[in-house]
């Protein structure tokens, strides 16, 4: 496993100095300059070994500070669950957190720009290990044929997941699926969201017929099939919702989630324990967040997570996992820096059942390290980490204050979970048809075995105390909401669920009302309450790296989302 990670961290090396040289000379109107290099992704692409590393190399778009490393996790999850850790000084990552939001938005325009940049790599993946994948094939090179189809289940993937990101977020996007630069696929319109989503879906069915089982891969890193088809599940559902709405698609994340679920690969990882650290406040904790921080990769839980790495001097590899994510620690601590940018609401922390302390109090940190290591209580309730993500669990620290090694998880098999029981529940609901041997009895069982592991139960043991149980409809659907709020906070799909059930603007107001009513300032202390509006369910196509090079891009929509 060692040996599979240090090898993903060169390839990032190595391929950020390759995709200069590609990204350079794929231009079709080339400059009238000294060449200094003739290595194009026409000659790059020669082997299994350099396919592997273009490969990596749509990983690493992934992992880049502009993406999973800082700037779409920390500042794209904005919810009704946390507030930002600044509420008014103005900077880019404050106003787009507090929904004070603009086209000319430098951290959306730069989020918007690595997206394309990794889909540019998956695309010139995709058209050059097509060539050697065919080439294998005719020639009957079976070990590399295998591979060659395992590395097209990445790059397929990974396209799809980026443009996944880029639909929910802006609608109506420029669909570009071609690795060659040039006018014609630059200054493009948006494409209908609907079209997006069907290519979404097409790619990613490809990619799971591609794709190795979670139990043939050694690295959390690289996507195994179980993950996507509880990706692509994930994606139905946003489909289904708000503002599509095509509620036929409620069955096929229904699909998607019970193979996962019969595919015997994933399982809850029901360790909750001590960890011996944090005294007083050293309450039982669950392996799964525990692994983070100790580089343990359990793929049958954490079923994909953003790979990061801290080796030598460099942050290049890093991620803020732990550190602008987690526990707040004073800097001259021996556990080092925790500056969350999020805090949790302590109108979120009343929201949890009676029965449930043990899941709140690992999700929501109600204390702080001092600088001499001391673990006390903040000096106000407004200032409650998130207690899932713990840098001072990690056996060995960076050097570094802010960047760090904690891998960030996309998806877990508690979500597959419960997106099956919402996903059941649903379809009941719009009439549709259900898989083979599911039943709203499926859904109920789904969501309580989260409901009893949150509890440190026997998760194949019924219990009246924790269960639910009923007929489905309009109350499980509302307990459904609540457990995912409950289990998956602060892991980035707060606000996606929120726009999805149509419900954004409300309940962001609603969390406002909600801390007025217990003593809170609201328009001191969330800012969004006051500030969202019916149109922060979409984000502006970004004037500096879209509109000033593509005018075309507003022919559709001239009001770019209602920002103009």
Known sequence: MISVLVKFIKFRSLFL??????????????????????????????????????????????????????RYLLYFQSSDLQRHWRQGRGNDDDRLSNFDIEENNGIISSVWNAFYDGIYRANSAIDKVTLLRDFAQSSGQTTDLEIYNNLLGDAYFLRAFMYFQLVKNWGDVPLRLSPNISLDNVKIERTPSVEIYNQIESDMLLAISLLPEASSIKSPARINKGAAQGILARIYLQWAGNPINDTSKYSKAAE????????????????IEPTGIGAPYDFPFPKVYKNLAENVYDLSESMWEIHFSYPGLTTADAGYVGTWHGVVSHTRSSFSRGAPRWYALPTFFESFEANDTLRRDWSIARFQIDRNDNFIEPRDDLRWGVGKYRRYLMPTLSPNFNAEAMNWPIIRYADVLLILAESINETIEAGGTLPPGVSIQTAYESINKVRRRARKLDIDSPDSSVDLSGSGGDTFRQEIRNERAWELCFEGVRRYDLIRWGILVDALKKAGTDLEAAGYDASQNYFPAANVQEKHNLLPIPVLAEINQNPNILNTDPTNNGYR
């Open 17 to 70: 100095i390759a995709i200069i040289f590609i990204g350079v000379t794929s231009c079709e109107e080339t400059l009238e300059e000294e060449t200094y290099s003739s290595f194009t992704a026409d000659n790059f692409y020669t082997d299994t070994n350099s396919a592997e590393l273009g490969i990596m190399g749509i990983y690493d778009a992934l992992s880049n500070r502009n993406l999973y490393a800082q």
């Open 256 to 271: 998607q989630a019970w193979a996962v679920v019969n595919s015997g690969q994933h399982s809850l990882n029901t360790i």
